[in-house]
């Protein structure tokens, strides 16, 4: 189905888009403002290692869903050694959800980087962009290697798009390559990772669904002036070994696992 067009805000809600709005602008500004010397502090100690900034930015993402007014739980327990993180995506309210879930750094296309708003997130996050070009796939299996050995839990969105929240999109098998490399260290897990919109009471349950040609600017104004929130759960599955798949099965376990708490799709008549 096509995206529907955003409620507009209308009275009080103009007001909620002010206030929440502010807030969420008040915190980032503050968060990054503090971020910056933090982030200097933790490169003359520990290198290129996050063990201030992730859990940081990690408050800061809970404290801008706090302001948004979005319930928010996770469930399941985050992985421990080496891996990276694989969850389904359907809106820019991912960006805080996950972060907020675990400190983890997006792995995102180029193209994003440049889009208004949400490059600034990306960049204060620490985003690693990659390009789809199957000619730099060695080069961009490197720097995943070399990230993965510092410890930094790197998050993929394996669906390559956005969708409307309802649904999870079949697994591209191509982006689990990069898991099996010989230059990534021994013990290599993947955890999978739900993320679970419910929308407002009386709202179309898509409603925090950001997909398609949507427009952010809509979008981000009917959340922000929403009355009264819905909610998100993340749930943290446990960690897939990498030894003995290949990139098919482990596109293949990873997408089982991701769409486990998402209803059945009907079936078609």
Same mark, same amino acid.
């Given at each position: 189905m096509p995206p529907d067009v955003p409620p507009r805000p209308s009275g009080l809600g103009w007001l909620l888009v002010a206030l929440r709005g502010g807030a969420v602008v008040a915190v980032l500004l503050v968060?990054? *403002?503090l971020l910056l010397p933090l982030r200097g502090a933790e490169r003359l100690a #520990?290198?290129?290692r996050r063990p201030l900034t992730g859990p940081w930015v990690q408050g800061v993402c809970r404290l801008c !869903? !706090? #302001? *948004?007014?979005?319930?928010?739980?996770c469930?399941? #327990?985050r992985m421990r050694g080496p891996g990276a993180m694989v969850a389904n995506h359907s809106s820019w309210l991912d960006i805080f959800v996950l972060n907020a879930a675990a400190p983890v750094f997006f792995v995102s296309k180029s193209e994003v980087a440049g889009w208004p708003g949400i490059n600034i997130l990306t960049r204060v996050t620490d985003t690693h962009f990659v390009t789809?070009?199957?000619? !730099?796939?060695r080069v961009q299996a490197a720097e995943f290697a070399e990230?993965? #050995?510092l410890g930094h839990r790197l998050l993929f969105f394996p669906e390559g798009t956005s969708t409307d929240g309802r649904r999870? !999109?079949?697994f591209k098998p191509t982006l689990f390559q990069a898991f099996l490399d010989p230059a990534l260290p021994e013990g290599l897990a993947i955890q999978p990772v739900s993320v679970r919109y419910t929308a407002p009471w009386g709202r179309e349950p898509r409603f925090y669904g950001w997909w398609g040609d949507m427009d952010l600017g809509p979008h981000l104004l009917a959340v922000l002036g929403q009355w009264r929130q819905?909610?998100?759960t993340v749930t943290l599955h446990p960690p897939i070994p990498v030894a003995g798949h290949d990139r098919k099965s482990l596109a293949a376990a990873a997408e089982a696992a991701v769409r486990a708490p998402f209803p059945a799709p009907a079936p078609r008549a």
């Open positions: 968060g990054v *403002l #520990a290198g290129r !869903l !706090l #302001a *948004l007014g979005i319930r928010w739980q469930r399941g #327990a789809r070009d199957p000619r !730099l796939a990230r993965t #050995a999870v !999109l079949p819905g909610s998100v």
